[in-house]
């Protein structure tokens, strides 16, 4: 497939023909800027159709659903495995396209979901609510010289297919083009690092609030902001007292990676920083360690296990470490033993 616009923007051509193939397997979670700060995604958890208006400090959103709703904070999924796909590659010097050809194994491993019939399912059904999904905007994205108002509505994604099925009808391979508006944020590098852990937060709302401290947090210890803000820029259409209740909740069982959160007087919300979310690269472990791997535990993912390994190493400080084969079949000797 080819990508829709090539050298869109003043940006570098993405070659004749050519789309990106999604196989970097260590790449970390990354999610763009504008939707962590601003609520682009329905947090409600059955079919919601609602068109959703946010003003927010000369920011101005409609988002628009189909007759499949609107897109969910989960079906946000896909776009972050592109994003981070798209930026594991540019850090490497890869040539990138707006069109991604990617694995729905993959994808679905990735992102810490089960690979049942029903999963593959739900997954076409989230790509059929990005595509449907409508923004409006004056939100821009890209670095100086890049800026674009984008007025006129697009989709989350521009287009999906998929290009082979197994011999059930189950989606094997699909092919994602993103809409300019998001790749021109990935090729801005408007980007952040996101916990590996991210994927394992259920409930929309804890992942909404994990963006929003990832994003205003940054580098500083704490972050503070009022429930009143807070219910704004979550996007959640529950009343506030609700929404208060559903905040103290959180605070109790404290579900979010690398931040505590507290109430403060006066209906503060306070975020501090557990663990700084890791920019660095993650250790790269061998295919004959993974061969390794896959004799010590028959039958597993040894890319998934290869995930939920470095996500230890993350929360553990990521240390730097000489041998990283040794250190990751170490770890994985104690999970046949456990």
Not at 165 to 179: D, E, F, N, P
Not at 198 to 223: I, M, N, T
Not at 288 to 304: K, N, T
Request: hydrophobic share 35%; glycine share 8%; with cysteine.
């Amino acid at each position: 497939m080819t990508s829709a616009v090539s050298g869109a923007g003043g940006y570098p051509p993405e070659g004749q023909g050519a789309y990106f193939l999604c196989d970097i397997f260590d790449a970390m979670p990354k999610n763009d800027l504008a939707s962590m700060e601003h609520p682009l995604f329905s947090l409600g958890t059955r079919p919601d159709r609602r068109i959703l208006n946010y003003q927010h400090n000369g920011a101005e959103i409609t988002v628009t659903p189909s007759v499949k709703g609107l897109a969910t904070i989960h079906d946000k999924d896909i776009l972050i495995f592109c994003i981070s796909q798209l930026m594991g590659a540019l850090n490497a010097g890869r040539q990138v396209s707006r069109t991604l050809h990617l694995t729905a194994h993959d994808l679905l491993v990735a992102c810490n979901r089960e690979t049942s019939g029903d999963a593959y399912r739900r997954l076409r059904e989230a790509f059929e609510r990005l595509a449907g999904t409508r923004i409006t905007t004056n939100i821009t994205t890209g670095g100086p010289g890049f800026e674009q108002e984008i007025t006129s509505g697009f989709g989350l994604i521009e287009s999906w297919e998929i290009v082979r099925k197994a011999r059930g009808g189950r989606m094997v391979s699909v092919a994602v083009t993103l809409s300019d508006w998001l790749y021109r944020a990935v090729l801005s590098k408007s980007v952040l690092t996101l916990s590996r852990d991210y994927f394992r937060l259920r409930k929309p709302l804890e992942r909404r609030v994990y963006e929003l401290a990832r994003k205003h947090c940054g580098r500083q210890d704490s972050w503070q902001i009022s429930v009143e803000t807070l219910l704004k820029k979550s996007g959640s259409a529950s009343p506030r007292r609700v929404f208060r209740k559903m905040v103290r909740d959180m605070i109790k069982s404290q579900p979010l990676p690398d931040y505590e959160m507290t109430e403060l007087p006066g209906d503060i919300i306070r975020f501090a920083q557990k663990n700084r979310v890791l920019e660095s690269k993650p250790p790269v472990v061998s295919e004959e360690a993974r061969d390794a791997a896959r004799r010590l535990m028959p039958g597993i993912d040894v890319h998934a296990l290869e995930a939920d390994w470095r996500a230890v190493w993350a929360r553990t400080g990521g240390p730097r470490l000489r041998k990283p084969d040794a250190a990751f079949l170490g770890w994985v000797r104690k999970q046949t033993q456990g």
